[in-house]
């Protein structure tokens, strides 16, 4: 399984390298938004899982890389955001007005620097079997409701998600 999903990411990045190469060719690279994203990763039997049925980071996560006009270059940034606040960045991006119906919010504060966050928290699910929400201090509770369990971990100290503080003083 690794060998497989391992090969599709090599195959991917030589694909976006074409394309970022045609860019620079045709000399419309300097005046192009780049977005690089992708859906939630596999967890490839990291906590003993396959597939994409939880709320653990190694498949919540998504890649995302913007790069052009109004982008600076260069900075990594940890803000939580959700794959719905692209549009009114590309609109902000673009000097286009954002419609007003749109739930997203432009990303465009923190990539400027003007803004660590643009979210409180991250909400997430999977079906009516799990329940996640994630603060920008980095805690993380998932709650299980079909069996009453929840889960509580602090990305930061454990990345890999292995200490659950649901239920402890510490």
């Known amino acids: 399984e690794r060998a ?3 090969s599709l990411v090599e195959n991917l990045d030589r694909q976006v390298a074409r394309i970022l190469d045609a860019l620079g060719e045709t000399n419309v690279f300097a005046h192009t938004l780049v977005i690089f994203t992708s859906d939630h990763g596999l967890a490839l ?3 003993g899982l396959m ?3 939880n709320q653990f980071e190694h498949t919540i996560d998504v890649p995302l890389i913007v790069a ?6 260069g900075r990594r940034i940890e803000a939580q955001c959700y794959l719905r606040d ?9 000097a286009i007005a954002t419609p007003a119906s749109v739930q997203g919010r432009s990303l465009v504060p923190v990539l400027r620097g003007d803004a660590t ?5 991250i909400f997430g699910y999977f079906t009516d079997a799990q329940r996640m929400v994630r603060t920008p201090d980095g805690w993380k509770y998932i709650w299980y409701p079909a069996i ?23």
Request: charged letters at 20%; one cysteine or more.
């Open 4 to 6: 497989i999903y391992f």
């Open 45 to 47: 039997g990291s906590h």
């Open 51 to 53: 597939g994409k049925q």
């Open 68 to 73: 052009g006009p109004g982008v600076p270059a």
């Open 86 to 94: 692209l549009y009114p960045t590309v609109c902000s991006l673009a």
């Open 117 to 121: 966050e643009v979210h409180e928290a």
């Open 148 to 170: 009453g369990r929840g889960q509580l971990f602090h990305v930061p100290t454990d990345p890999d998600e292995l200490r659950d503080r649901y239920g402890r003083n510490t």
